[in-house]
């Protein structure tokens, strides 16, 4: 009960601008629905660390779950898994046309039950690149999160509706070096 009184209170301070630091005040219907929110995540187990579902229709997003053998502990998977993301050529595949920016992990928590992120990044000299991001890279995310014995993934292109194939043929060259190792699941 506590719990639920503490996010009310919160939720009523995020109507006064109690948290927010932008000029945008936040309606009362925005913060309580955030407050449930909230209270849904911490309640439900598993909740908290969910992989956000891919749009529907989307043209740009893959969600994908992955199973190690039964035979394979937790620690080999999760070494198996870093190893495979690691092999991943840090100039990307096809001569760069396929995240020629490189890769950095963002956050890494996998050992301890959790999840790792990623950044890939094209290399920005496409004509994409240059006629729609100002010569900019194009950024994608991969999420890899651990859920039981599997591994959720999520791979996805921050803006644009369309990714050309660049999450799918990321997940193919990842899933594939698993796939050698008898792992099993969606697109392996």
């Known amino acids: 009960m506590k719990l639920i009184q503490s ?11 109690g948290f927010s630091h932008s000029p945008q005040p936040v309606s009362r219907r925005d913060a309580v629905s955030n407050t449930l929110a909230s209270l849904i995540a911490i309640s439900l187990p598993g909740a908290a660390n969910a992989i956000q579902a891919c749009p529907p229709g989307s043209n740009n997003c893959i969600r994908q779950t992955w199973t190690p053998p039964s035979s394979t ?74 859920s039981g014995s599997a591994f959720e993934i999520r791979s996805a292109s921050r803006v644009g509706d369309s990714d050309f194939g660049v999450n799918g043929k990321r997940l193919s060259y990842i899933g594939g070096l698993l796939k050698g190792k008898g792992w099993s699941g969606d697109g392996l």
Do not use: M
């Not at 996010?7 to 601008?17: M, Q, R």
């Not at 301890?112 to 890279?137: C, H, M, Q, R, V």
């Open 7 to 17: 996010l009310t209170i919160a939720a009523t301070l995020a109507v006064g601008h």
């Open 73 to 146: 502990s937790a620690a080999d998977a999760t070494s198996q898994l870093r190893e495979a993301i690691n092999t991943y050529p840090q100039e990307g595949q096809e001569g760069g046309k396929v995240d020629g920016g490189g890769y950095k992990i963002v956050s890494d928590t996998l050992g301890d039950s959790g999840s790792i992120a990623l950044e890939y990044s094209s290399s920005g000299k496409g004509t994409f690149a240059k006629l729609f991001n100002g010569g900019k890279p194009f950024v994608d995310d991969l999420v890899i999160e651990q």
